[in-house]
């Protein structure tokens, strides 16, 4: 059974920072891509940060080039999101995803960023 739980959300002024965590079980971690997507109050879901399998190729939305990071550790099977420079429009229910089986989705971590 594929398990994502995402760790590490909470309330963080704005040009702070914040380390998501996603642990994964279920499937070979480090055989299979994985993301960091939010969802915002009334907007769609959309990519945030992605990271395939074995070369770690990395692409992020353009919004937080420079100051996201998605590293993952194949030996704990663990994802993360650094997030940094944090702003009021990044607030959202951030999810982890995989791939794997067609696609898998954590339950969220919710992320607000506000003075």
């Known amino acids: 059974q594929v398990q994502l739980v995402e760790s590490g959300g909470g309330l963080v002024q704005p040009g702070g920072s914040l380390r998501l965590s996603c642990a994964a079980s279920g499937f070979i971690f480090s055989m299979y891509a994985m993301g960091w997507y939010r969802q915002a109050p009334g907007k769609e879901r959309e990519l945030v940060a992605h990271?395939?399998?074995?070369?770690?190729?990395?692409n992020y939305k353009d919004s937080v080039k420079g100051r996201f990071t998605i590293p993952r550790d194949d030996a704990k099977s663990s994802l993360y999101l650094q997030m940094t420079s944090l702003k009021p429009e990044d607030t959202a229910v951030y999810y982890c995803w995989t791939n794997y089986g067609g696609g898998h989705w954590g339950q969220g971590t919710q992320v607000t960023v506000s003075s």
């Open positions: 990271v395939v399998s074995l070369n770690g190729l990395t």
